[in-house]
């Protein structure tokens, strides 16, 4: 292949190259970086089963959002949310899980909306997880930054030489000259190297993601009431009801109601079990259980338990302790305690958790009354609860107004350290190799591009001669005039001499070996 067109199909593979990776960029750069995509990895099942646990979704800005379609959202109290749109009212849309039987409380506004679904990549999450780790990122970039350099660096000519087609030849470029784009070039790659050191040092030590705790607010809401039956007028309707005493003569069987509500300003999917014990216990640590309640399953956000408590059983106990221990003891402590184990999830989030408030009552043989509580009403208890949510957002530093990324910055630095490393090792290897061999190597390692051969020495009649003390000097003249320099080489010495303003200016040099 001529060589004009070898280095026609090179440039033109760089060009399609840099054309396709910069389409690729316009359809998949990050909105981080001002572009158009946004990536979602899937962590609750509210979308099943379109979407699975740890798939990937790409989305698109979307200026004209339609109902029926995939769109993620910023909700302000949990983040990202990836559902469908069902409705919109007025400015406001409103969205559902595909798998939820509520719709979502929160209607987004045109601005929350952060782009509708274009790409979905079964388990693809595992691998971007995988690519945002720095090393790869910088292999990533490191192949790509070789195959630029392979491609610039290139020589058809010498592929022609070469017996093995495709086969790439690359020459190490020659030593520049002094004071030359080359040459400072070469003195500023270990200053580059430092800064990009520097660079390297600190982003290394900056976490690349910011956790946020954040936290979704839920209760739980425990009410009880009991009263007991007596046919005594003393009492209204002939029952002893909360939170009044209740008295052993008048009436054993205590009836009691637990009710249970959970509270959440966002959806909620719950179920759970509960089970209803009573304790009586003395003050040296001594207690029985009685279980009125035995282990129920119950699905919904509330529930109710009726229950019945003979206190006239309980009072027995306790006169059986006292005549086994001998041990005098007039008053006992009775407690209700519900145990409680609420599990679901709020906001596609999951949750687990046991809750167990206890009502606490005094018993003696003349009453079984209810303890006051220091917290407030102790018939009514309210806990609360809270799905802790570890938002991983970037870490970005500001540059010139946009919010870089560190991982950028990592990046950036690593491929800057090798890269000036690289250039520190191509432009200083014919120096390095200069230095090892004899004074007109060096020179034609330093000078070789500028270094005309000469067959036979030309002499100019009436023209002086001057002789230079440095071939550096002799170099700086011919760079300033645009001259090349002549080389004419008789055996023992090489003559470098350059013509300007009538005389001859020349440097030379005894070849190695030769006696003087």
Not at 290 to 311: A, K
Not at 334 to 356: K, M, N, T, Y
């Amino acid at each position: 292949m001529p060589v004009q067109k070898s280095r026609r199909v090179s440039r033109l593979t760089l060009v399609l190259v840099t054309l396709a990776m910069l389409a690729v960029w316009i359809l998949f750069a990050p909105m981080q970086f001002g572009g158009n995509a946004a990536y979602v990895i899937i962590y609750g099942n509210s979308m099943e089963p379109i979407f699975l646990r740890n798939d990937l979704v790409i989305l698109r800005r979307d200026d004209h959002p339609q109902l029926g379609d995939i769109y993620a959202y910023r909700q302000p109290q949990i983040g990202l949310v990836i559902h469908r749109m069902i409705d919109r009212q007025g400015d406001r849309f409103v969205f559902q899980g595909d798998n939820n039987s509520f719709i979502d409380s929160y209607y987004p506004s045109q601005d929350e909306l952060v782009g509708k679904l274009w790409i979905h990549i079964p388990q693809g999450g595992n691998a971007l997880i995988w690519l945002r780790q720095p090393w790869v990122l910088a292999a990533i970039v490191l192949v790509v930054g070789g195959f630029f350099m392979a491609e610039l660096s290139y020589d058809p000519a010498k592929d022609r030489l070469n017996k093995k087609p495709g086969l790439r030849n690359w020459q190490w470029p020659r030593a520049p000259l002094p004071g030359s784009a080359q040459e400072i070039t070469l003195m500023l790659l270990p200053i580059l190297f430092i800064v990009f050191a520097i660079l390297a040092f600190i982003s290394f030590r900056t976490p690349t993601s910011l956790v946020f705790r954040n936290a979704l607010q839920y209760t739980h809401l425990l009410v009880f009431d009991y009263s007991a039956v007596t046919g005594s007028p003393l009492f209204e309707g002939g029952r002893m009801k909360a939170p009044q005493p209740i008295y052993p003569r008048l009436a054993c069987n205590v009836d009691f109601v637990l009710s249970y509500a959970f509270g959440a300003a966002l959806p909620a999917s719950v179920t759970g079990d509960y089970r209803l014990v009573a304790r009586l216990s003395e003050a040296s640590g001594w207690y029985k259980d009685f279980e009125l309640v035995p282990r129920t399953e119950f699905s919904g956000e509330n529930f109710s338990s009726r229950f019945r408590l003979d206190i006239c059983d309980l009072q027995k106990v306790a006169n059986q302790f006292v005549a086994a221990t001998g041990v005098p003891r007039n008053t006992f402590e009775v407690s209700i305690l519900p145990e409680i184990h609420i599990r679901g999830a709020l906001a596609d989030f999951p949750f687990d958790e046991q809750v167990s408030p206890g009502l606490q009552f005094t018993l003696d043989p003349n009453q079984f009354s209810l303890q006051e509580s220091i917290s407030g009403d102790p018939l009514q208890v309210t806990l609360d609860g809270e799905v802790s949510l570890n938002d991983l957002t970037l870490n970005t530093f500001p540059v010139f107004g946009m919010q870089v990324p560190i991982v950028a910055f990592r990046i950036l630095a690593v491929f800057g350290m090798l890269a000036t490393l690289a250039g520190m090792v191509i432009f200083g290897w014919p120096f390095l190799q200069a230095i090892r061999a004899d004074e007109i190597r060096a020179i034609h390692a330093r000078y070789g591009e500028n270094v005309i051969r000469l067959a036979a020495q030309v002499d100019v009649p009436g023209q002086p001669v001057v002789d230079v003390a440095q071939m550096d000097d002799l170099a700086r003249l011919a760079q300033n005039t645009g001259q090349p320099i002549f080389e004419y080489d008789d055996g023992e010495t090489c003559t470098y001499q350059v013509t300007q303003a009538g005389a001859v200016y020349r440097f030379v040099v005894k070849k190695k070996g030769i006696a003087g």
